[in-house]
């Protein structure tokens, strides 16, 4: 969804190395979701808000921490990455009434 | 854990036969939403159907939901070299999906022309 946008793309880094992923949205949605895929798997959810005030967990949220600057924005950080980090990571929006999401294009990460 | 299995895991045919994806999921949902994705690209959502609907139907696309079962089916007609992705089913649970998607793991579709 275009409306949805990930910065950077595309990421190589270091072992140890604290990495931060972007997520803009002009859809005005409250909600925002970051997942990872990694091959062969669907995807599964790491850290979910609200609103600016709200952040939890999600089913993999270990060695991973956000930040919802604002209604548009979300981040997601790796305060060390580690090889099995490399994954494709995914922010997607919801809308209230349905559930029904809007993904970015993804940001894929290797970690070396 | 991831809630919905998808079955085939890979399906190849032939264009213009139509294509079968199965889900089934374990936990009461608020509803059940279809997604195609392109290789290594973002998500695209397909059609969404409620725990109280059984059949939808959205251009050439097929949606089937049994609660009894905990099943829903993604018929393709008249497939065509464009669909080629991976489809994945996700549910909402039955509080409402404020807590986000619960994905399976993907059918790999390939339609050879």
């Known amino acids: 969804d275009a409306d949805v946008t990930q910065t950077p793309r595309n990421r190589i880094t270091k072992t140890g190395k604290r990495i931060m992923l972007e997520c803009s949205q002009t859809?005005?949605?409250?909600?925002m979701y970051w997942y990872r895929q990694d091959p062969g798997l669907g995807l599964r959810l790491i850290y979910y808000?609200?609103?600016?005030?709200?952040?939890n967990k999600g089913e993999i949220s270990d060695g991973y921490s956000v930040s919802r600057q604002a209604q548009a924005k979300f981040s997601l950080s790796l305060e060390s990455a580690i090889p099995n980090q490399t994954a494709l990571y995914f922010c997607?929006?919801?809308?209230?009434?349905?559930?029904?999401?809007?993904f970015g294009p993804g940001t894929r990460l290797t970690v070396l | 854990s991831q809630q919905g299995e998808e079955d085939p895991q890979a399906l190849s045919i032939q264009e213009g036969e139509n294509a079968t994806m199965n889900c089934s999921y374990k936990t009461s949902i608020n509803n059940l939403q279809w997604y195609r994705q392109n290789s290594g690209r973002g998500l695209v959502h397909l059609i969404l159907?409620?725990?109280?609907?059984r059949e939808k139907h959205s251009g050439r696309l097929r949606v089937t939901l049994d609660t009894s079962k905990k099943s829903s089916s993604l018929l393709i007609t008249a497939s065509r070299a464009a669909d080629t992705a991976s489809y994945f089913c996700?549910?909402?649970?039955?509080?409402?999906?404020?807590?986000?998607?619960?994905f399976g793991k993907g059918t790999h579709l390939i339609i050879q022309p």
């Open positions: 859809k005005g949605h409250d909600r």
């Open positions: 159907i409620r725990s109280n609907e």
């Open positions: 996700a549910t909402v649970g039955a509080g409402g999906g404020a807590d986000g998607l619960t």
């Open positions: 808000s609200f609103d600016v005030k709200d952040i």
């Open positions: 997607a929006t919801s809308d209230l009434t349905s559930g029904r999401q809007f």
